[in-house]
């Protein structure tokens, strides 16, 4: 450091005249404080005023992303905008639906799974995705051979959120499974498969709501706003489900911003 500069420069570590050995190393263990002070400033005195970060391009691989969202749903189209009155009834019924489910968690929880339901890891993201959905929608097989019965193989039609099911999962495991399949949707169709156990999940979600729960459910009522608009053939029944969906989020979990406000 250059004398003016460090005369412009107030002493955090101020060292006085002190008797310093003639012999005094400042390489060595400071043997007084006298000598710890010293060998402080002289190592202050010998950084660079400008230090540069060495960084190694390989390391690099995924160029950084930003994620910007609107703030409310996009409108429904037009005609399909939900009614106040079924928006209230809508909520009513879950209500209702949480409220049997949280009284008679314990006696479903007892009752025997299948022997052909095996429920994945907490952690299993793709186990779950296919226990769901089923193979033929997570792998989007829409043609299927004249002799396959669908009805009973549940591997390809996926395993519908059973009461003696979800009650056996935890509530981490809950919110894991709604990031799993909010996180397919994010890429992928609305089905009739999805729309079940997005309900029912949202069913088992505990209140007050955790901050990732809160995220990820404003994140799936943006999703369906966005499906919904994008709905060409206006399919009735699919645009229901995706109202019932965001109706849910936004007024039954107090996500007011995000509610379809009644033309």
């Given at each position: 450091m250059?004398?003016?500069m460090?005369e412009?420069?107030?002493r955090?570590?101020?060292?006085?005249d002190c008797?310093?050995a003639e012999?005094?190393?400042?390489?060595?263990?400071?043997?007084?404080?006298?000598e710890?002070?010293?060998?402080?400033q002289?190592e202050?005195a010998?950084?660079?005023?400008?230090v540069?970060?060495?960084i190694?391009?390989?390391k690099?691989?995924?160029?950084?992303?930003i994620?910007?969202?609107?703030?409310?749903?996009?409108?429904?189209p037009?005609g399909?905008?939900?009614?106040?009155?079924w928006?209230?009834q809508?909520?009513?019924?879950f209500s209702a639906?949480?409220?049997?489910?949280?009284?008679?968690?314990?006696?479903?929880?007892s009752?025997h799974?299948?022997?052909?339901?095996?429920?994945?890891k907490?952690e299993?993201?793709?186990g779950?995705?296919?226990?769901?959905?089923?193979?033929?929608v997570?792998?989007?097989?829409?043609a299927?051979?004249?002799?396959?019965?669908?009805g009973?193989?549940?591997?390809?039609?996926g395993?519908?959120?059973?009461?003696s099911?979800?009650?056996?999962?935890?509530?981490?495991?809950?919110?894991?499974v709604?990031?799993?399949?909010?996180s397919?949707?994010g890429?992928?169709?609305f089905?009739?498969?999805?729309?079940?156990?997005?309900y029912?999940?949202?069913?088992?979600?505990e209140?007050p709501?955790?901050?990732?729960?809160?995220?990820?459910i404003?994140?799936?009522?943006?999703?369906?706003?966005?499906?919904r608009?994008l709905e060409?053939?206006?399919?009735?029944?699919?645009?229901?489900?995706?109202?019932?969906?965001?109706?849910l989020v936004s007024?039954y979990f107090?996500?007011?911003?995000?509610a379809?406000?009644p033309?």
């Open positions: 250059e004398p003016g460090e412009l420069m107030p955090l570590l101020p060292v006085g008797d310093l012999d005094f190393d400042p390489t060595v263990p400071p043997r007084t404080p006298q710890y002070l010293k060998r402080v002289i202050a010998r950084c660079p005023d400008v540069v970060a060495q190694d391009p390989r690099l691989k995924k160029k950084p992303t994620n910007i969202s609107i703030s409310g749903c996009q409108p429904a037009e399909y905008s939900p009614t106040l009155k928006q209230q809508q909520v009513a019924n639906v949480r409220q049997s489910l949280n009284k008679h968690r314990n006696h479903w929880r009752q799974l299948d022997s052909n339901v095996t429920m994945p907490s299993d993201e793709e779950w995705k296919k226990f769901c959905l089923g193979e033929r997570y792998s989007e097989i829409d299927l051979s004249e002799n396959e019965n669908l009973i193989d549940y591997m390809k039609v395993f519908p959120p059973l009461l099911i979800v009650s056996r999962m935890s509530q981490a495991t809950v919110t894991s709604l990031e799993y399949l909010i397919w949707f890429e992928k169709k089905t009739p498969e999805l729309g079940r156990w997005l029912a999940l949202l069913a088992c979600l209140k709501l955790l901050p990732e729960a809160h995220s990820l404003r994140q799936l009522a943006r999703r369906c706003s966005e499906v608009a060409e053939s206006k399919n009735e029944e699919q645009i229901s489900a995706l109202n019932l969906i965001i109706c007024r107090d996500q007011r911003d995000l379809d406000e033309s």
